[in-house]
């Protein structure tokens, strides 16, 4: 079955910290790659996104997540956090084919930055 | 304009009895998902829906889920005899249209509990 990891369950940094979540996903054939974020007390929205092309996506909010093909990765980064960034954030995949509108998850990652 | 808004945002119910979840999907969107979120799990796909039909139900738990969708907007999501088990969030989502490339907008979701 499908399936995408998310290495750290609860990461907890100091503002000015720089950030990586790690996500990897089972191989499938050719994939999409979402990043998800969920502040508190708000929906579940989207971070940014990987199709196709550079490997290397930048997002809203100063995020940034690398898609490496060989290593079935796409960690998301962030060179310095902020206090605002605390929520829980989420990878999803979803697989070219014919489930292709299917997102399948990670459990989530918990970030709480400090001030 | 308005998003994808779900009701009850909170739903608590004893075991046995049946609930339903309502889904209102951007204005437009033909596409509609259903997802939960259990406690320390990853969002599970439930069911998806084109238009009004449901080409893949395959993620419903048990045959105690139905859901359906009307005028090609609100969708339903009920659950009978509910269970302990079923207590979760149940998040919904619209997309303009079918495929990986289409991203899905998510609802704040209903809280299940089941006593």
């Known amino acids: 079955a499908q399936s995408v990891s998310q290495h750290n369950h609860h990461v907890i940094l100091s503002e000015a910290a720089s950030l990586e979540l790690g996500c990897n996903y089972s191989?499938?054939?050719?994939?999409?790659l979402f990043w998800y974020v969920q502040y508190p007390g708000q929906h579940l929205q989207l971070l940014l996104k990987?199709?196709?092309?550079?490997?290397l996506v930048k997002g809203i909010k100063g995020f940034e997540a690398e898609f490496i093909k060989s290593k079935f990765s796409f960690n998301l980064r962030k060179p310095s956090v902020q206090w605002s960034d605390t929520a829980e954030y989420f990878c999803?995949?979803?697989?070219?084919?014919?489930?292709?509108?299917?997102?399948?998850f990670g459990k989530g990652t918990l970030l709480t930055v400090n001030p | 304009g308005a998003g994808v808004s779900q009701s009850p945002s909170n739903k608590v119910t004893e075991k046995g009895k049946d609930v339903e979840l309502r889904c209102d999907p951007i204005?437009?969107?033909?596409?509609l998902y259903w997802y939960r979120q259990s406690l320390g799990q990853g969002l599970e796909f439930l069911i998806y829906?084109?238009?009004?039909?449901?080409?893949?139900k395959s993620g419903l738990p048990s045959d105690r889920f139905s859901a359906e969708r009307t005028g090609g907007s609100v969708s339903t999501l009920t659950i009978q005899r509910t269970q302990q088990e079923d207590s979760a969030v149940y998040l919904c989502?619209?997309?303009?249209?079918?495929?990986?490339?289409?991203?899905?907008?998510f609802g704040p979701g209903t809280r299940l509990t089941v006593l």
């Open positions: 989502a619209s997309s303009t249209g079918q495929g990986s490339y289409n991203e899905q907008f």
């Open positions: 191989y499938g054939g050719t994939v999409n």
């Open positions: 990987y199709f196709s092309g550079d490997p």
């Open positions: 999803a995949v979803n697989y070219s084919g014919g489930s292709n509108y299917k997102l399948t």
């Open positions: 204005s437009g969107h033909t596409a």
């Open positions: 829906f084109q238009g009004n039909s449901a080409p893949d």
